[in-house]
Structure formats: structure tokens, C-alpha cells
């Protein structure tokens, strides 16, 4: 298993005995899933599993965290989106306004 730990207001992923997975370079780390994670750089959220694989660019000016749900609300360009994290996909490119409804089962 991992653990976020926290080094000069930086943040890593590390396993159980300290090693560094990920490196100190993210403001924030938050679970999403077992292995993919909320990140923040430069005041911006992304997205990246625990290979460090970027799969949400971290240009996101805002991001729905206590969703409950594989689903992520996120906000680029001042419109709202929907991660997957289920399958590691844009489920909606940024259209709305305001944070979409949708069911935490879909």
C-alpha cells in the first residue's frame, strides 16, 4: 500500500517503508481510488495513478473531492467536466456552467 507524506510543503507518494513512488512535487495528494490520486501543482488539479502517469493534466482550476464516486467533477477554463476514474477517461469534455448532476452508481 501507499501513503501521502509531506516534505518542505511538498507531497510524495511512498510506500510503507519510506521509498519514494512518486516524487515531492505535487501541493496535494488526494485518493481517488486505490490508485489514482488528485494532485495539485502551481494552484492546479490533475489527475495520476500510482506509475505517475499524468491522466488529467494539471490545468484544472477546481475539482469536486467528497464526491462519494468514481466520477470527478472538474473545472477547466471556467466550465465543469467529468473524470472516470473507473477507466481512466474523460467521461465529459467541460461543457457546463456549474457541476453536472449525476448519480454516484453510474
Given amino acids: 500500500s501507499y501513503n501521502i507524506a509531506r516534505r518542505d510543503e511538498m507531497f510524495a507518494l511512498v510506500d510503507d517503508t519510506g521509498v519514494d513512488i512518486l516524487p515531492y512535487r505535487f501541493e496535494q495528494y ?18 495520476v495513478n500510482s506509475e505517475g502517469e499524468e491522466l488529467l493534466p494539471c490545468k484544472c ?19 465543469w467536466g467529468i473524470y472516470d476514474t473507473m477507466n481512466a477517461r474523460i467521461l465529459f469534455s467541460p461543457l457546463w456552467e456549474y457541476p453536472a448532476s449525476y448519480h454516484k452508481d453510474i
Fill in 61 to 79: 482550476e477546481d475539482m469536486m473531492l467528497e464526491t462519494d464516486s468514481f466520477l470527478v467533477p472538474y473545472r477547466l477554463d471556467g466550465k
Fill in 30 to 47: 488526494e485518493v481517488l481510488t486505490g490508485d489514482t490520486y488528485a494532485v495539485k501543482s502551481n494552484g492546479l488539479w490533475g489527475i
